[in-house]
């Protein structure tokens, strides 16, 4: 059974940090894109970052650019996601994701992917 789990998620102030972990099982994960993404009370999922299947590029959403970095460890089948510098609109369930093929490039639409997690919720207030 393919799975997705995140981890990390929780209650931090503004201007805090958290780093999020995305652990894959199942199959391999190693060679496929990845990427996060995050749903807002009342609001669409939306893009966070994206991560080639080496690694060796990797893409963030405007909002979240110089605070957030989307990284994997293949070896481990792991995507992280560091989040500093946290503001109160980043609260957020995030979701870690998967392509079911092997493709070069990074992906931003939730339409890219095959495979989602359940989602880790992260509240950012004072």
């Known amino acids: 059974q393919v799975q997705l789990v995140e981890s990390g998620g929780g209650l931090v102030q503004p201007g805090g940090s958290l780093r999020l972990s995305c652990a894959a099982s199942g199959r391999t994960f190693s060679n496929v894109p990845m990427g996060w993404f995050r749903q807002a009370p009342g609001k669409e999922r939306e893009f966070v970052a994206a991560?080639?299947?080496?690694?060796?590029?990797?893409y963030c959403a405007d909002s979240v650019k110089g605070r957030f970095t989307i990284s994997r460890d293949n070896a481990k089948s792991t995507v992280l996601l560091q989040m500093n510098s946290l503001q109160p609109e980043d609260t957020a369930v995030y979701y870690c994701a998967a392509r079911l093929q092997r493709t070069t490039g990074i992906y931003t639409s939730t339409h890219d992917y095959d495979y989602w997690g359940q989602g880790t919720l992260v509240t950012v207030s004072s």
């Open positions: 991560i080639s299947w080496s690694g060796g590029s990797t």
